[in-house]
């Protein structure tokens, strides 16, 4: 064997050895404002823990909402390099497939976001949401996982007790499934802009709103003018998602890539359970002040809010193959779970 190839097999050992150990930096734009809990919780706490566990080898850099591309754009950018991935919500790319506001958030179907973590996790979500990525843009993007951050709760001006008193209640919603659910179950949706809200509820024009976890009602100032908070929430617990430029992705070692899918879960699991910390925290301070009445709907009342829901996903399931796909997944994990018969 001659020097010369000795040599050249030694630099080829060097280079790829350094491409190895290279730093790689991980520009994922979110779902998310600068300012909000979960964007600095995740920024500040948790970003910094990826390069620990990796040595310093992968570096995560976040930038919030529509602050690179408009936050429906996100694949594009991820696939055209403009970002490394995502970090965002699914119900967000609705537009291209109905598939996606079963997996973005199925309406009234659980009852905690440890449900939705478990579905996500281990229940078939994220190969749910892989495949259905595979199929709007084939070869693109790696789903590293899905994950809810909070059960969102709801404000009303008036007592909403039971499914029956939803009757007639104008309630802002966004379109799509939300405000079918709240339509079949009486209500009448209103579309509207969040920064809305809190005039629209002062004037009366609506009596409830499906707005956000209980503690961002709160710190909004909703509850100044919405006395009847529902708590725990009845209907949303939006679903965000990791994804990797797949070309990005399979250039990680295996232990990178382990390590990235260990963060992103511990990362979303400490998320929910600091906004549920808030979230207690809050409803006890409110409760015990005696100005706010936040309502708790027993078991049997969600179960017919969830009845009613089903006949939703139906319909949005029956728009495409893959939102019918999406929506078996769910009710394969619901039925394990005694969530559905």
Known sequence: MSLKFLSASALSVALVAGAASAETVLKLQTSTQSGAFEYTYVAETWGPKLSAMTGGEVKLEFTPINSIVDRSDTPEAVMGGVLQGDLTAVSYFTGRNPAYAILGDLIAGYDSVDQVQTFCRHGGGRDALQALWDSVLPGA???????????????????????????????????????????????????????????????GVIDAADASAYINNSTSGFHQVAT???????????????????????????????????????????????????????????????????????????????????????????????ARAALEAHYAYMRSIGLLK
């Not at 909403?160 to 209640?169: F, M, P, Q, T, Y």
């Open 228 to 322: 009847y908070p529902l708590y725990p929430g009845i209907h949303s617990m939006a679903v965000r998602q990791m994804t990797i430029n797949k070309g990005v992705w399979d250039g990680l070692t295996p232990d990178q890539q382990t390590a990235v899918e260990v963060w992103f879960y511990a990362a979303y699991d400490d998320v929910r359970r600091q906004l549920d910390l808030q979230d207690r925290a809050q409803v006890a301070e409110d409760t015990a002040g005696g100005e706010i009445t936040v309502i708790d709907w027993p078991q049997e009342e969600r179960d017919k809010f969830r009845a009613i829901a089903v006949e939703a996903w139906e319909e949005t399931a029956d728009k495409s193959p893959e």
């Open 141 to 203: 993007l790696h789903v590293v996982g899905c994950a809810a951050a909070s059960k969102e709760a709801l404000v009303a001006k008036v007592p909403i007790n039971s499914v029956a008193d939803l009757e007639g209640v104008k309630i802002r919603s966004p379109s799509g499934l939300a405000a079918t659910v709240f339509q079949k179950a009486g209500a009448a949706p209103v579309s509207m802009s969040l920064s809305d809200v809190f005039t629209s509820l002062e004037k």
